[in-house]
Structure formats: structure tokens, C-alpha cells
């Protein structure tokens, strides 16, 4: 499998709207495109294999499922790792004839990804480095009242910065990256220690993706108890991912009815408890 001119093209385009805030703000580009899971589809539907794109997106998305950015500190770079990484991917499981079903094609797509995604900060600070020359144009602009001009600022010039930081790397980096696959190939062998490696790496960073979630979520002790009952449920009856989001749901919804039914109950003793209150005031 070969990477064509048009779909690199694609690729870069889809960088630039995965890290373009204007495109609907940060929730449909960066939390939407940018995420691995979209990603892998769009990337499968490009290349025309989606199930290998939805096996390796959803594998890089465990690593990245908790990535964020305080105070724009960026430790990887999400269109890098979507629209760079899942193409290399995608090539690298076809070259190497691994089925995308695999550990070790989930492992390799996310090391790859996350080599990807590390080099890809440098592509995040470029743009925002580049921005800043809009931002003074934005500013002049304010100071002489014409406003109008700041739709152009917002919306248009900071496209120059994507195609430079985004498209253009991106449309290399994936039509080269072949060839970078097959040298791959060729110098590290399945069998061997590098590659081997490679893939033990690889199967560990989900744990790093998961447990930093954890630290998110479970605030007491008995959220603990339910995430690993969770674990132990999805193992025993051997569910794949849409499965455990069904029964996932299906306990989220009577954990909502159950807290309900909690403050519907708790609302009327609340009341009769103040008006017995009141008439001990009034009788006083």
C-alpha cells in the first residue's frame, strides 16, 4: 500500500482543520478531528481501508484519552499523531503483514503514533509562534477602531500558519513516509530485538493513557471498585468496544435514576423538616 499525492493532500488538509480553533471552535476541530478515534475513519475512508483505521485510531485514542493542554503546555501533538501517525501506520501494518486486529499491529501503530506525536509539538509552538504576527495586526487593528478587520485575523490569516505548519509537513511527512516504512522494514526485522521492543514499549503506553484518566476521575476510593469492576465485566464476557459502551450505558442510566429517586426523596423530608420548624417559631 502506497500513499497517492491526493491523499496526502487530504491529510494535510485535515491537519489544518483538526488544530484550527476557527473551524467551529476547539470542539469540532481539535476535540473532534484532531481526536485519534475520528481520525482513524477518516484516515481508513482516504486510504480505503476504515477497519484498519478504526482498529489503530482506537488503539492510539486509549494512549491520548486523557490529553490536555493547561496553560498551553502541549506534550503531543494530536494532528500530528492522527493525520501522520495512523497513515504510517496503516502502511507500516500492510507492509509488515500484520492483521490490524492484533496486539502487536496495535502496539506498533502506537508507538509510531506517539514518536509521531512527540516530534509534531514542534509543528503546535510553530503555529502559535507564527500566529503571534496576527495577533499585533489584530491589536493595530482595535487601537484605530476598525473591527471588521479582526474577522480576517480570526478567521483567514491564521490559515497561512496552518498551511505552514500543518499541510506542508504533513503532505511530506506521509507521502515520504513510505519509504521510511520500508527501510523500516527492511533494518528491523519482526523477529528482532528492535522491533520487539518496539512492540513491548508499545503495549504499556495504554496503561500510561488510562491511568492518567483514572487520576481525573476517580476521586474516592470506591471509583476504583467500579472501574475495575468495569475491567473484570468487559474481560469475563469478552465485549469488544461498542459492546462495553452499551453496557457501560445501560449502568449509567440506573445510576442516574437511582440518584433521582435520591432527591426526590430527600425534597419533600427537606420541606416538612422546615415547615416543622416554622410552626415551632410561630407557636414560640
Known sequence: M?????????????ACLASMP??????????????????????????????TGIYL???IQVVY?????????VSAD????????????IVAVHSMG?????TAAQAMAVTLGSAVGTLGTVLFYGTATVNLVWQHIGWKAVEKGEFKKLYL??????????????????????????TMVDLMKAYMPMDGIAM?????????????????????????????????????LAACMGLNLIAASVVGGFFAVINYRIKLLSLQKAAPAAAGADGFDDDDEEEI
Open 2 to 14: 502506497t500513499i497517492q499525492l491526493w491523499q496526502a493532500a487530504l491529510f494535510g488538509l485535515f
Open 65 to 73: 484519552i486523557a490529553l490536555v493542554t493547561p496553560g498551553g503546555t
Open 57 to 59: 485510531g482506537a488503539a
Open 78 to 89: 494530536v494532528r500530528a499523531i492522527s493525520y501522520i501517525g495512523i497513515p504510517l501506520s
Open 196 to 232: 520487539k521492543t518496539l512492540f513491548t514499549v508499545g503495549s504499556l503506553l495504554p496503561a500510561v493513557g488510562i491511568a492518567i484518566l483514572l487520576k481525573q476521575v476517580a476521586t474516592k476510593p470506591v471509583d476504583l471498585l467500579i472501574f475495575a469492576f468495569g475491567f473484570t
Open 22 to 51: 476557527g473551524l467551529g471552535g476547539t470542539v469540532l476541530g481539535n476535540y473532534t478531528l484532531g481526536r485519534p478515534l475520528v481520525a482513524g475513519l477518516v484516515v481508513g475512508l482516504i486510504m480505503g481501508d476504515v477497519q
Open 153 to 178: 485575523v480570526d478567521m483567514g490569516l491564521p490559515w497561512i500558519s496552518h498551511i505552514i505548519c500543518s499541510f506542508i509537513p504533513t503532505f511530506i511527512i506521509t507521502k515520504v513516509g513510505v
Open 98 to 102: 500484520l492483521d490490524p486486529s492484533t
